[in-house]
């Protein structure tokens, strides 16, 4: 950067002589709506939760059913089976050298025999086709149905989703009454909160359906209680709904029938004896956590519950508003909407909902104290879902959490970095099993009992990367909110240790250089010596030790050692056909379409490659990317609307945005290369994974802001179609708040926050600025 384009300016404006945004008033349209019930769980139903919990909605006019889950109700583990071993193989190390020498020799087939047989992890099946053994499962705890006892055709009928005020709602008229259900999940209440009202005296009954051996049933003053356990692990759980009506309450046949009611509010709790805690995971006092929190209910009314989600969120989702054009379809079903989008007709409400959808299940799903998202957010109607609906850590894990700090919900990103806690001690065995090494590890396939050791099938299990790809996550963390204490207490614990396995695994090529042997580029091309995306998750992983080093000022012997190893770490390499090489070998296949992109991670999520200063690689990145194409799964168009945001291609990423958009249903889509949206806007993989939403909505904010380079981009790669639009509250790295309007696809006005006195760079297409943050605590650039 040559010191001419350098201008230090200090802004002491008065923030709302110059704000486009203050006659802004906020965004009423925020709502997914439809006008009949849904059918289907999958596709169809509404999400909410209480961080805890998570509940789909179907919204039936004669039977409404709302199936819940608890985020820790798992089968699997310890107590399933007294085998269970955390997935580890004892000493199979000790087969590493010979792995080794067979890929040195060219002998991968060997090489991959050997290393099926002997580097992957252990389950136990005891029943034949158990799926996933004792590695276990995530549970659904059941359905909820309620009969409203009334007959008649409905007319006004609407089911909705509420993002501004975080909760659902339906109503309809039938037989000129009305009729009316509101639905929540309050964090700080620990609870779920149903409300039922009508203008006629209506007649209700409840009952619960579990898929779970029942210990107990009981219905005691006005609480319904059920205990039970999961058949193989015995976790015990107690679920209970808090009758209050005006109507008359009677239990009986399993049913909770209640009668002449205007209104009948339903409080649900849930909880298990589990804890996030190695090696046994049990323990949770779960009676008395829902003992306490019914009784914190206990002298409030709903309004005063709902009053109280409310606020709480509200203080995280509006921290973000997002306007990127007209919002003219607002009064369209969002299943019409999505389907009119995608034949062409353009709907930046749309768009904007889709945003904030994600923000508003990330609020629901994961808040601290909680078990992070797993690959269906907290939401899981089966016991026996697709891929354990666990915690995937090749991409999906960390795309979860992606949207966490640029769009300022960093509070929902803490129950990621517990589970990355307790990963730590199983993890470090399974380093030192498989590998002999120092430092912790994970792999591709996660559950909430310590299974650190590489999945059970090589081709999609070997991952030893994962670990280090969450540290990201860690020093992100702390980028962006500038919190030294997260990174000295858990940031930076966390990434050394990981970094340890890195120190001790790469070995020296021919060349001098460090690679990774063996290696597995996820679920793609076999095994191989050297998979590229290993060598960025290493160099990215000790880049970040030693920025958080110089931080915090600590551990010089670690940093040299860090600094050595980083720079002899084999480089992003361009191939033979201009692409960016995703093996040490020179191998990739111009025709391939495979989902995983994983040797663009320098480009995304990390920071090895970049437009500006490396550009040769990065126009290498853009021929792969060319070359796998437009398609893919869910999670695969989030992240190459990300990767085409970071090429500052913004029409591209947006037109792979649209693609993510594109209506599916449960039927009519391959597995393999899917991709698109269901009615209720969640994420075809297919089937459903909430990985894609979030990738989606960390792509539109990449899209508007960028700081990975340590300057803020502003407005780097917006899209022609966004042509007029405000953005407020977004999170750059260095601890900013960026808020910014733009005219005919040009910064017209823009307000950065930060502390007083820290210095910084921002970027307006190719004039970089530096400023300091003035007293007032902004700048404002117009
Ligand atoms: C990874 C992906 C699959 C799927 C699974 C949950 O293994 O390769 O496409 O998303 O995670």
């Known amino acids: 950067m040559k010191n001419d384009t350098f201008r230090l300016i200090l802004f002491f404006s008065i923030a709302s002589m110059f704000s486009c945004s203050s006659k802004r008033t906020k965004d009423k349209h925020l709502e ?17 939760g209480n961080g805890y919990m998570g509940a789909m909605f179907f919204g039936g006019v004669e039977k409404e059913q709302i199936q819940f889950t608890e985020g820790t109700l798992w089968s699997g583990g310890p107590r399933s089976n007294t085998d269970y071993n955390y997935g580890n193989r004892p000493e199979a ?145 107690e679920t209970c709904l808090k009758v209050d009506t005006d109507g008359d309450v009677i239990f009986e046949n399993e049913k909770i029938n209640v009668s002449g009611a205007r209104y009948l509010n339903l409080y649900h709790v849930a909880a298990t004896d589990y804890t996030l805690q190695f090696p046994e995971y049990t323990g949770n006092d779960f009676l008395a956590n829902n003992k306490i929190a019914l009784q914190k209910l206990e002298q409030k009314s709903f309004d005063e519950i709902r009053t109280i989600h409310q606020k709480d969120y509200k203080n995280l989702f509006e921290r973000v508003e997002l306007n990127l054009g007209e919002n003219s379809r607002d009064n369209i079903p969002a299943d019409r909407r999505l389907t009119e989008y995608a034949n062409g007709m353009p709907d930046p409400g749309l768009e904007q909902i889709y945003f904030q959808y994600s923000r508003y299940l990330m609020i629901a799903a994961s808040r601290p104290g909680t078990m992070p998202l797993n690959l269906q957010g907290k939401w899981n109607n089966s016991t026996n879902p697709p891929w354990a609906c666990d915690y995937h850590m090749n991409i999906n894990q960390q795309m979860l959490y992606w949207p966490a700090e640029v769009a300022n919900l960093d509070e929902c990103h803490l129950p990621l970095f517990d589970y990355m806690e307790s990963l730590v001690e199983p993890g470090k065995i399974s380093a030192k099993e498989f590998f ?124 040299r050692q860090a600094i050595k190893v980083r720079d002899k770490i084999l480089p992003p390499t361009i191939g033979s056909w201009g692409q960016l090489q995703e093996w040490k070998k020179d191998v990739d296949d111009p025709n391939n379409k495979h989902r995983h992109v994983s040797h663009l991670y320098a480009l ?24 796998r194409g437009d398609s893919g799964t869910g999670w695969s168009l989030a992240w190459k609307v990300n990767f085409w945001a970071r090429l500052k291609d913004g029409d591209r990423a947006y037109k792979l945005f649209k693609r993510l958009l594109r209506p599916t249903g449960q039927k009519g889509t391959d597995m393999m290369s899917g991709g698109g949206s269901y009615s209720n806007l969640l994420c075809a993989h297919p089937p459903f994974q909430l990985d894609g939403n979030m990738g989606g909505c960390a792509g539109i904010a990449e899209m508007l802001l960028q700081s990975h380079t340590g300057t803020l981009e502003l407005l780097p790669a917006l899209p022609t179609a966004w042509k007029n639009g405000h953005v407020k509250g977004l999170k750059a790295r260095g601890g900013f708040i960026v808020d910014m309007d733009w005219r005919d696809g040009v910064l017209v006005w823009a307000k950065i926050t930060g502390n007083p006195g820290v210095m910084s760079k921002y970027r307006l297409e190719n004039d970089v600025v530096e400023f300091e943050i003035p007293e007032n605590g902004n700048i404002i650039i117009n």
């Open 32 to 48: 997914l709506w439809y006008d009949k019930p849904a059918n289907e769980w999958m596709t169809e139903a509404l999400p909410f």
């Open 604 to 627: 995304h999520p990390g920071k090895q490659i970049t437009t500006k200063n490396t550009p040769d690689l990065s126009e290498a990145a853009k021929v792969s990317l060319n070359a």
């Open 436 to 559: 002999n090494s120092r430092g912790w590890i994970v792999n591709t396939m996660n559950n909430p009992f310590g299974f650190t050791a590489p999945g059970w099938g090589f081709p999609w299990g070997f991952f030893p990367g994962g670990a280090a790809w969450l540290c990201q996550h860690v020093w992100e963390h702390y980028d962006f909110t500038r919190d030294k204490q997260f990174l000295e207490e858990t940031g930076f614990p966390l990434m050394k240790e990981a970094a340890l396995f890195w120190l001790d695994y790469l070995v020296e090529d021919e060349n001098g250089y460090l690679v990774s042997s063996p290696s597995y580029s996820p679920e793609h091309g076999g095994i191989s010596l050297g998979a590229s995306m290993d060598h960025q998750i290493a160099w990215d992983l000790l880049n970040n030790c030693i920025e958080a080093c110089n931080v915090l000022g600590i551990d010089d012997e670690f940093k």
């Open 93 to 237: 190390w000790k087969n590493l050298a010979k792995v080794r020498s067979l890929l040195d020799e060219g002998k991968t087939n060997e090489a991959h025999g050997l290393a099926s047989r002997e580097l992957t992890g252990v389950i136990h099946k005891k029943k034949e086709g158990a799926m996933f053994g004792d590695y276990g499962a995530q549970q659904t705890m059941g359905d909820l149905f309620v009969e409203i006892k009334h007959t008649g055709t409905p007319v006004n009928y609407k089911r909705e989703l509420d993002l501004t005020s975080g909760e659902g709602r339906v109503s309809y008229e039938m037989d000129g009454e009305s009729y009316s259900r509101t639905y929540l999940g309050s964090y700080p209440a620990k609870a779920m909160a149903y409300r039922f009202e009508s203008s006629a005296k209506t007649n209700y009954s409840i009952a619960y359906s579990s898929p779970h051996k029942k210990n107990k049933e009981a219905f005691f003053n006005s609480v319904y209680s059920f205990q039970g356990e999961v058949e193989d692990n015995r976790m015990q759980f």
